[in-house]
T-cell receptor, first 114, second 114 residues
């Protein structure tokens, strides 16, 4: 069974700090990984995708992938109160894996306090 | 705005009635995914459709639920004889194609069954 695990939090960080969000996945065949941000009462918004081992940076966001450890993380630098949201991690098999449906974690609640 | 569109945004139905949820994918996208999210729970995949084809309905309950994506018009998720347990947020996502990794979500339909 494919599972994506995230600590539900809340993770509380002061404004300006680095927020580190972690995710592990059980399906070794997973090839693609995504981070979504979901504000309360709103829909998920794609913020990062990563497909290769290593780091991928986009503005204040850095996604890190370690396929050997089956671990994905999201770092948010210079955290702002507007970053307060639930962050969903998702993993998906590639074409060779026979499924195009991502599996989502339950999300980590992030609170950035002034 | 060429984003994913869903309507209605809020839907109230009495037990036993039918609910019809509509989703128009992003411009240029021909693949649609439906998810359900219960309060404090993760996103649960329901069904994946292309125009005139159901690709994967492994997450959809066998009874009362159906989905379609006709050649013309939006994708429709239909719930017959709704029960209180159907109350949830229903999100639609779209992607360019089967091997395109990234899914973009619509604003969702909040279904309340009274």
């Amino acid at each position: 069974q494919k599972e994506v695990e995230q600590n539900s939090g809340p993770l509380s960080v002061p404004e300006g700090a680095i927020a580190s969000l972690n995710c592990t996945y059980s399906d070794r065949v997973s090839q693609s990984f995504f981070w979504y941000r979901q504000y309360s009462g709103k829909s998920p918004e794609l913020i990062m995708s990563i497909y290769s081992n290593g780091d991928k940076e986009d503005g204040r966001f850095t996604a890190q992938l370690n396929k050997a450890s089956q671990y994905v993380s999201l770092l948010i630098r210079d955290s702002q109160p507007s970053d307060s949201a639930t962050y969903l991690c998702a993993a998906r098999r590639g074409a060779s894996g026979g499924s195009y449906i991502p599996t989502f974690g339950r999300g980590t609640s992030l609170i950035v306090h002034p | 705005n060429a984003g994913v569109m869903q309507n209605p945004r809020h839907l109230v139905r009495r037990r036993g009635q039918e609910a019809r949820l509509r989703c128009s994918p992003m411009k240029g996208h021909s693949h649609v995914y439906w998810y359900r999210q219960l309060p404090e729970e993760g996103l649960k995949f329901m069904v994946y459709l292309q125009k005139e084809n159901i690709i994967d309905e492994s997450g959809m309950p066998k009874e009362r639920f159906s989905a379609e994506f006709p050649k013309e018009g939006p994708s429709i998720l239909r719930i017959q004889q709704v029960v209180r347990g159907d109350s949830a947020a229903y999100f639609c996502a779209s992607s360019v194609g089967q091997t395109s990794y990234e899914q973009y979500f619509g604003p969702g339909t909040r279904l309340t069954v009274t």
